[in-house]
């Protein structure tokens, strides 16, 4: 009797095991915001400000960009003012870095999506200057 019950628990053991064992589906998550930012990336035109100086009221040619700008924004010919995100300022920076135009009137060409008030920004393109 003895020897039937340990046969019977050790063939549940292994049943169970059994089915420990089955690869289980895993379940995906779409992150639906990331969906929707793709589908809102937009380009805009226009001119590299310091977004510091804007942000004190300053407006027109005060807020150039200097060798010394951290943040960026964008003014397009359209009067909208565009902050750029985090992101956004260190590619302006490397594209300035890389770039003849690093001080004064900037055009840059800049994808991206809006998120609340920031320009979330994806590319940067500065444009020569003619």
Do not use: H
Request: glycine content about 10%; hydrophobic content about 40%; charged content about 20%.
């Amino acid at each position: 009797m003895r020897t039937s019950t340990l046969i019977v628990a050790l063939g549940l053991a292994l049943g169970c095991f059994g089915l420990m064992a089955q690869p289980r589906e895993v379940a995906k998550f779409e992150n639906p915001g990331a969906a929707a930012a793709e589908q809102d990336m937009q380009s805009w035109n226009g001119v590299l400000t310091g977004a510091d100086c804007k942000a004190t009221g300053n407006t027109g040619d005060k807020c150039e960009v200097t060798d010394t700008t951290k943040t960026f924004g964008l003014q397009t010919a359209e009067g909208r003012y565009l902050k750029l995100d985090q992101a956004g300022n260190a590619k302006v920076r490397a594209a300035l870095d890389g770039s003849t135009n690093k001080n004064g009137v900037i055009k840059a060409s800049v994808t991206g999506s809006i998120n609340s008030e920031t320009l979330v920004v994806d590319a940067v393109q500065i444009q020569s200057q003619n």
